[in-house]
């Protein structure tokens, strides 16, 4: 016997005259053609879902169901013979089918007709573009306005964007309110038209005498208005037959080409245009007096159902299919809720039987179910059955929802053929909720995250309030797009227009300058905004406090958002006054004293040298604080040896130390600079740990490099910089090319910031293939800038810069959106869906942002986040170890990729493939480059392999240069391989040849490398 097949249906919904007389049609002649139907209702906005793709046969799409990219995709991609009705589909050279009304011709003749009961300013009601059926029905009337010498002014056009009811009141409203500039027109829908003619009447104005007007479909609307509204019948059960025929003809033979079916219409007139009804309906009214209490009651029908069915809505009652039985158990045999929950080994989404019930049965039970075959969108929906009846699973309907995540759900109702025709008429009104039900299903579920959501806030603001109990700290939060200021405390405070929006009215006037100072620096140059501060508090005394912040950027990274803490310090201070004293140490205002005592004696030279314990960070993260605390300590007593009577030592905060050496000969600063550094960075015992301990200096000259102590001070912060720059370390002391680097610096950030104004930045791609076959496996972006004259310039020339004043964290959500973008572009071209490598910075890690970019990113574009992999590099996430296992972590529950990139240049790579949840790890070029001439080299590549194959751990090369590399990384069971032998990085029209384009079709591309 040979199976009944499975048209699948997809509209983007259920209700209205037009959409539900073609679902209509399409069950009864369904049933005469004896197929099975899965109706899939889209919602009418982007769907890209390949839900029951291996359930179906072929596709009826009506409409705008489908954007067109996915209507090629499902041709090419999932080679399913296809007809559209109501959707031009030339455009696309698809080999599909369409089928259609002739509506060019249909609204010409709707125009001609106008004009020969004397109307001369004819108006087109409806879109010109937004649908192809209505785009027709515009050129129809543009060609016959055109044909009568009429003219078509701008004032004639009307489109609100709603063809229903209330979008034909508001039309009603404009064209009154503009003084009628029209007296007919050809409108789009007859309900569109109904609104008109209801809301003309109720203002006083008569249908035809001030407005006449033709309608679209022919619906029982229209024939029982108040006004007989005349419209054009599109034949919908025709056009629905001819579709499905032809749907089975191609199922039968794939080979068939494009055809086109362009079908006659009717047009009825009515007194809405100026005719009176037609002998014929005359005679089919007076032979059928009942079709207009039949349509009466079928709107008692349709209220009492939703009058039902809203009592449901009012109460929330159902969350789950079985609250639905009472409403829907003599339509539907069965209902269910699939849910995703991650995704599956092939990075697809994973779904889950999250809800079922038999309305018939009345259980929730499917122990005849195997649930796996269902965890796919293309297995769905899934079939039910009952003492092994199909009936169950002859009509199926589909509404796909997505929920807060992002992820897909699918709500699906089972019912045979004969209940879809027996009481078609309630059956059809049941339908019509399903958009409804759908909706109510997402709104259900964001109210489960608002309630959870609510929980998390009270639960912060409890926390907060025993926060505030135990603390005296004040946090703000500065928000400058909206000019609000937030306080934990209750202060009397004023929003001013200041840099700081007034925060500035609690710091002491003379701080004023140096808060400042740091907001501008923190903003240009993205340094850590962290200033002792003399704070007023509510008596009008000041106190000294540490101020802390950070701060949120828009994607073109201009601060949005600072947030931060204020904390006293002032006894702190003092009881480290008290011990600094005795140490030899000078407090900060003591410092500024003596310097400028100095200053103005004009008898001694001094150096001013900046000093900062280089990775203080990491070392506090990896072993505790009480371990950087003892490292400060003992620093102290070394600088406090080191210096000379005279000499003056002080400690600025954290681990930044700052010392005024007087000397007479220049070469005396040299050897006290390197010096200290070598005596620092000997091997020191501290808690049964070695740690390798070594600083930073940066140096200035009194009286060569300044004359005060604010500018002494700032160029030995410029030399500092510039050794961080060259690599930590080392000692410099200022010389006038660093004021260059910095105009260079500020020149390098004018042109990030137009880049990112100007979307000057691209992206290159660098294939990644596996080792054993060459075969595609997936690529790496790559960021270039493209200057002004057109110069293309690498990361290098441009991210220190990019990291260093902070714009990294907008560069590198350009580049993710950016990637999104281009992998969604290559499926809308037909291509498989593609492994996405992205290089992710530590200060993006580190932003507060950049959760919710990335999720915003993947919400926006649609990316599926299985087909992203984001590279970390192994010292980013050693620098930031506990903030980086937190995002790393969020990360992987979003369901992307996480890559260690550059693995094994760092000193601690075990204990990072220990600690984070990494699945794929990349070898650092410089191994890849020596294991060939170098043993060593080999034994550490094959190592490191090892390593990742016992933690079950992805692997890719990078840099493979030549055949001897891949050769024997193959052999030691390397996995992927990038680099030149394989590709250099190309643009994305080149790196195409690499991608694999479609099933069945492994020949067009490339991808195999030879």
């Not at 010409?108 to 009601?125: D, T, W």
């Not at 912040?549 to 702190?572: C, V």
């Not at 203080?616 to 003892?630: E, S």
């Not at 007087?662 to 070695?690: C, G, K, P, T």
Request: aromatic residues 10%; contains cysteine; charged residues 25%.
């Amino acid at each position: 016997m040979q199976r009944q097949q499975t048209i699948g249906v997809l509209t983007p919904f259920l209700g209205g005259n037009y959409y539900s007389e073609i679902i209509q049609n399409i069950h009864k002649i369904a049933n005469q053609l004896n197929v099975n139907l899965i109706i899939v209702r889209t919602g009418g906005k982007y769907y890209n879902v390949p839900i029951a793709m291996n359930r179906v046969d072929g596709w009826i799409v009506i409409n705008v169901a489908v954007e067109d990219h996915f209507l090629k995709q499902m041709e090419e991609r999932y080679q399913k013979p296809i007809i559209a009705i109501a959707k031009d589909i030339r455009k696309l050279k698809m080999s599909s089918g369409m089928v259609c009304a002739d509506n060019k011709r249909a609204a010409y003749e709707a125009v001609k007709h106008l004009y020969q009961h004397g109307h001369r300013n004819i108006g087109y009601i409806g879109s010109s573009d937004y649908m192809d059926d209505m785009h027709y029905r515009y050129l129809g009337y543009l060609e016959a306005m055109k044909d009568l010498g009429l003219e078509v002014k701008p004032s004639y056009l009307y489109d609100v964007g709603d063809m229903t009811v209330f979008g034909g009141k508001k039309t009603a409203e404009l064209i009154i309110a503009d003084g009628f500039p029209i007296t007919a027109a050809v409108v789009c829908t007859d309900m569109c038209g109904f609104g008109i003619v209801e809301k003309l009447m109720e203002k006083g104005y008569r249908v035809p005498e001030h407005f006449a007007l033709i309608g679209f479909d022919n619906s029982s609307t229209a024939r029982h208005s108040i006004v007989p509204i005349s419209s054009i019948e599109q034949n919908l059960e025709t056009i629905v037959q001819r579709a499905m025929e032809k749907l089975l003809l191609r199922i039968e033979d794939s080979g068939r080409g494009f055809e086109m079916d362009v079908l006659p219409f009717r047009m009825f007139m009515r007194q809405s245009c100026g005719c009176s009804n037609n002998e014929q309906e005359k005679l089919q009214e007076q032979s059928d007096v009942s079709e207009y209490a039949n349509h009466i009651n079928a709107l008692r029908t349709e209220n009492n159902v939703n009058y039902e069915f809203n009592r449901y809505i009012l109460g929330y009652q159902f969350k789950k299919i079985q609250d639905l039985s009472l409403l829907l158990e003599n339509y539907f045999n069965w209902g269910a809720i699939m849910r995703q929950h991650g995704y599956t080994t092939n990075k697809e989404p994973k779904l889950t039987i999250h809800d079922f019930y038999h309305f018939e049965k009345g259980s929730s039970e499917f122990h005849d179910m195997y649930e796996l075959r269902y965890e796919t969108l293309h297995n769905n929906p899934p079939a039910f059955e009952v003492e092994g009846s199909s009936d169950d699973n002859e009509v199926v309907y589909i509404l796909p929802y997505r929920l807060t995540q992002n992820n897909w759900s699918l709500l699906s109702f089972g019912t045979s053929s004969e209940k879809t025709l027996t009481r078609s008429t309630d059956y059809l009104r049941i339908v019509h909720l399903f958009d409804i039900i759908s909706n109510t299903f997402d709104r259900i579920a964001l109210l489960d995250e608002s309630a959870s959501l609510n929980q998390q806030h009270q639960a912060l603001k409890e926390r907060n309030e025993v926060y505030n109990r135990l603390t005296d700290d004040i946090l703000f939060e500065i928000d400058f797009s909206q000019k609000k200021v937030w306080l934990n405390r209750k202060l009397k405070f004023q929003i001013r227009d200041t840099p700081l929006l007034g925060l500035e009215v609690f710091v002491h006037p003379n701080d004023i300058p140096m808060v400042r100072k740091h907001f501008y620096d923190h903003f240009r140059d993205n340094k850590p905004f962290y200033v002792e501060l003399r704070i007023k508090d509510a008596r009008g005394h000041f106190y000294l406090a540490n101020v802390s912040a950070e701060s949120t950027r828009d994607r073109m990274g201009n601060i949005q958002k600072l947030i931060g803490a204020i904390r006293d310090i002032s006894k702190k201070r003092v009881e480290e006054e008290e011990t600094s004293t005795v140490q030899g140490f000078y407090n900060r205002r003591r410092f500024y004293e003596a310097i400028k005592v100095m200053i103005n004696e004009e008898t001694q030279k001094f150096a001013l040298c900046v000093l900062d314990i280089d990775n203080f960070k990491l070392i506090n993260d990896l072993y505790g604080h009480h371990i950087g605390d003892d490292i400060i300590d003992q620093i102290s007593e070394v600088l406090i040896r080191s210096v000379k009577q005279g000499d003056y030592v002080s400690r600025f905060g954290g681990d930044e130390f700052v010392i005024l050496f007087q000397y007479d000969h220049v070469e005396e600063v040299d050897r006290f600079a390197l010096e200290l550094s070598e005596q620092i960075s000997q091997r020191m015992n501290f808690i049964n740990r070695d740690i390798n301990l070594s600083v930073s200096i940066g140096c200035s000259l009194y009286p060569s490099d300044g004359q005060d102590y604010e500018e002494l001070l700032r160029k030995a912060d410029i030399a500092l910089f510039q050794v961080k720059h060259n690599g930590k370390n080392n000692y410099i002391k200022f010389n006038s090319q660093m004021v260059n680097y910095q105009q260079d610096k500020r020149k390098m950030e004018k042109m990030l910031r137009d880049a990112l104004a100007k979307e000057q930045f691209l992206l290159l791609f660098q294939p990644q293939v596996y080792a054993r076959n060459k075969r595609f496996y997936g690529l790496e972006v790559l960021l270039r800038m493209r200057t002004e004259s057109g110069e293309i310039l690498t990361p290098d020339k441009f991210i220190p810069v990019a990291e260093s004043v902070g714009l990294i964290v907008p560069i590198g959500a350009w580049v993710i959106r950016a990637a999104c973008e281009q992998g969604m572009e290559w499926i809308k071209q037909g291509y498989d869906p593609i492994k996405i490598s992205i290089n992710i910075s530590g200060l993006q890690l580190k932003s507060i942002q950049f959760l919710s970019t990335v999720k915003e990113i993947i919400e926006e574009t649609g990316m599926n986040p299985a087909n992203l992999t984001f590279e970390i590099t192994e010292s980013t996430i050693i620098d930031q170890s506990y903030a980086a296992l937190h995002v790393i972590e969020e990360i992987r529950k979003l369901g992307i990729s996480v890559a260690i990139d550059d693995f094994g240049i760092s000193y601690s790579s075990l204990s990072v493939l220990k600690n984070f949840p990494i699945e794929i790890l990349k070898i650092d070029k410089s191994f890849i480059r020596e294991m060939v001439t170098d043993e060593k080299g080999y034994k550490i590549v094959n190592a490191i392999i090892n390593i990742a194959k016992s933690l079950d751990m992805k692997i890719v090369a990078e840099g493979v240069e030549d055949s001897t590399q891949l050769e024997l990384l193959d052999e030691l069971g390397c996995q992927f391989i990038q680099g030149f032998y394989i590709s250099r990085p190309v643009n994305e029209n080149e790196i195409e040849k690499f991608l694999v384009h479609r099933k069945g079709d492994r020949r067009r591309h490339r991808h195999i490398i030879e």
